[in-house]
């Protein structure tokens, strides 16, 4: 229910962002390029607005086909189902949402001056670029289903697409920015996306009615199960069972799998700001940035202690184990991932040696203070987890506990952090996030004689809540 409430909340958001966007891109694009006509130089961005909402749909929208399985018990054609699931697709929100910008822009370009005849033909052509944005989606989905990595085929293609126009290789900008103003120009040419659109739920409507049975989800899936070595956790003693045990989970299951992949995300959400001259001169950044990058697989990982083992929780807790052991195993494989990925995030060095600085301080901290905050975060965990989810946009097994932890994981000492940048100095910032880290390490016996405390207590809680049904 607090999930689905704050989804309203942010589509409240996004729908005024997109209407406010819509009313004031005109005086915008004045304002910015006022030598240039601003409808063509709004149709060479079309072009990011198309990858864009290509992606986003691709991790947030999905068929709505579940919803129509009790229809197939009922003396109704498939392909009447088929139709239905399909034309619901087509009321999605995320194809409502854009509207809210063009019809806006439309009318203001109307008002402005521009031809009539024109905008609403442009209009009308957008409607229909948003719809085959919609099903071609769902053809995306369709060839990358079987895949674990199945989001790096559309990274792939919307990387390559990018790179062409940013290298000036193939001007995307132009060619997409081009034919819309054809169109717009030529009515008749509007038979072109048309007929894109019909194919498109074409393809999609004999892909769907080749998979829609009630016993579609009954086959059985054969695998190669793959052996790996982890003899090397043999050198951490009592711990190395569980070690083992966290390992193969990880591997061997769709959502940890995904999740451990995403990995790459952490080493590269430097990307996203250091390339620019203004993070870099927000000093403050580097320790939020920092946190992120190397903490991310503590944070993703960590956040959903013990639940990952929930399928089996009650057995787990049957054995003859001590509970630090099993949580010690847990702190050893987030403590190595922090060093891995700021190892791996060392050329972030190029961008400046204070960046380079501030992630070894957000390392020393992760592994210090963090690794126990999120640890002790997990002993309130009641949710349990589906290992055979995907794990983009996946809120299973998130309750408060998961909103709440991100406050004394990245706020606190990104705020701490910029506080005494601002009083002291860049040093004294670094020397107290180290400081902290430091004493997390010297006190971790202690730290987690609490910890194991805390999820003693909660232990029987923990049995019941896993042993409902989610």
């Known amino acids: 229910m607090a999930i689905n409430i704050l989804m309203v909340f942010f589509a409240l958001y996004f729908i005024a962002s997109f209407s406010a966007l819509g009313f004031g891109l005109l005086f915008l694009l004045k304002e910015m390029f006022p030598e240039q006509d601003a409808f063509v130089i709004a149709n060479n961005y079309l072009f990011y607005w198309i990858i864009g909402d290509l992606l986003m749909r691709f991790f947030l929208q999905k068929l709505p086909v579940m919803s129509v399985k009790p229809l197939l018990t009922l003396p109704i054609k498939r392909s009447t189902v088929v139709n239905f699931v399909l034309g619901k697709s087509a009321l999605s929100f995320f194809n409502f949402l854009p509207l809210f910008a063009i019809i806006p822009f439309s009318i203001m370009l109307i008002s402005d001056g521009y031809e009539t005849s024109i905008i609403l033909t442009w209009l009308f052509t957008m409607i229909i670029v948003v719809l085959i944005t919609n099903f071609l989606n769902f053809i995306i989905e ?27 290789i193939l001007s995307m900008t132009s060619l997409i920015g081009g034919a819309f103003l054809a169109i717009a120009s030529n009515p008749i040419l509007i038979l072109i996306p048309i007929a894109i659109l019909v194919a498109c739920y074409v393809f999609n409507f004999k892909t769907l009615i ?24 043999k050198r951490f003693g009592d711990i190395a069972p569980f070690m083992q045990l966290d390992l193969k989970l990880i591997w061997r299951n769709k959502r940890t799998k995904s999740m451990a992949m995403l990995l790459l995300v952490g080493v590269l959400y430097g990307l996203f700001f250091y390339p620019q001259e203004i993070y870099r001169e927000m000093t403050f950044m580097s320790a939020f940035i920092g946190i992120f990058s190397t903490g991310f697989f503590l944070i993703n990982f960590g956040q959903f202690i013990p639940a990952w083992d929930s399928g089996y929780y009650k057995l787990l807790m049957s054995q003859n184990i001590k509970y630090e052991q099993y949580l010690r195993s847990k702190f050893i494989l987030m403590v190595i991932s922090v060093v891995l990925l700021f190892v791996l995030g060392i050329p972030y060095v ?4 204070k960046i380079l600085i501030a992630h070894f301080a957000a390392a020393i901290y992760n592994i210090g203070v963090n690794t126990h905050v999120i640890l002790w975060g ?22 408060a506990v998961q909103w709440l932890i991100g406050i004394p994981l990245m706020l606190v000492p990104m705020g701490l952090f910029g506080l005494i940048n601002w009083l002291i100095g860049f040093g004294a910032a670094i020397v107290f996030l180290i400081i902290l880290g430091v004493a997390g390490i010297v006190f971790h016996k202690r730290l987690m004689k609490g910890i194991t405390k805390k999820y003693l207590d909660s232990k029987y809680k923990m049995i019941n809540a896993f042993s409902q049904d989610s």
């Open 142 to 168: 369709a060839f990358s289903a079987e895949s674990e990595l199945s989001f790096l085929p559309i990274l792939g293609v919307v990387g390559t697409l990018f790179a062409l126009n940013f290298f000036n």
């Open 210 to 233: 080749k998979k829609l049975y009630l016993d579609s989800s009954l086959k059985s899936k054969v695998t190669e199960v793959n052996a790996a070595d982890l003899s090397w956790t």
């Open 350 to 353: 190029y961008f400046g040696y």
């Open 378 to 399: 997990g002993s309130f965990n009641r949710k349990k987890i589906e290992l055979d989810k995907k794990a983009a946009f996946n809120y299973q097994g998130t309750g």
